[in-house]
């Protein structure tokens, strides 16, 4: 379960660096709860989650429950992205929805493991 829930991690990682440009952001996407550019950038929701949830966090010690809430965040935020009224995640072969279906049946598993 653990692994599984650490690759699914990888798309949406891709989907929020996309979303955040490096030249918008002068800690090249990390954030710095100390600078107060961080805490009052239009990015710091996303930078926060990269941050948390990037391929050097140690998310082989992170709990269960955190890397579903990582998944849970992610899923949502992919999501949001794609939301369009003729847009059905449900029957779409795209990579986001086809990963969004993933993410949901990770997420329903661990909820009833």
């Known amino acids: 379960m653990r692994d599984a829930l650490i690759s699914a991690l990888t798309y949406p990682r891709s989907v929020v ?20 550019r961080c805490l009052t950038c239009e990015f710091e929701v996303e930078c926060l989650w990269l941050c948390r949830n990037d391929e050097f966090a ?6 269960l429950t955190d890397l579903v809430d990582a998944l849970e965040f992610s899923l949502g935020y ?20 086809a990963w969004s279906r993933q993410a949901e049946v990770l997420i329903e598993a661990f909820r009833n493991a």
């Open 58 to 63: 140690a998310l082989q010690l992170r709990p």
């Open 17 to 36: 660096r996309e979303s955040v440009l490096p030249e918008d952001c002068p800690h090249n996407r990390s954030f710095d709860c100390e600078d107060h």
């Open 78 to 97: 992919v999501q949001r992205r794609i939301d369009e009224p003729r847009h059905n995640i449900a029957k779409c072969g795209c990579a986001t929805c």
